[in-house]
């Protein structure tokens, strides 16, 4: 799964409030495999639409559906218009490749 998020009012409350509150919600998800984010998105050619970023990967599909149907999945998709005030798109897709095969 990725989080793209567009520039917020106030890149400092978005960070602040990301990094002390909404990621500690995140690791809490069951079945979290690994995650990672950065706050400095650039475009490799012209300007980013995005501010941000988060990656989080599961086991599979379905690993990732019972996350987001828990309470706590519950509790990080309603945390997000605390900080977000700029939006946030959610994209799930499977993955291919070397890595995948791990």
Known sequence: MIVLYPEPEDRAAFVSYYESTHLPLVQQLPGLLDWRYSVDVKAATGGSPYF???EADFADAEAMGEALAS????????????YATGGAVVLDY?????AAAR
Do not use: I, R, T
């Open 52 to 54: 941000a970023v988060f």
């Open 94 to 98: 499977p993955v291919s490749g070397p």
């Open 71 to 82: 309470p706590e999945g519950a509790a990080v998709g309603a945390d997000v218009a605390n």
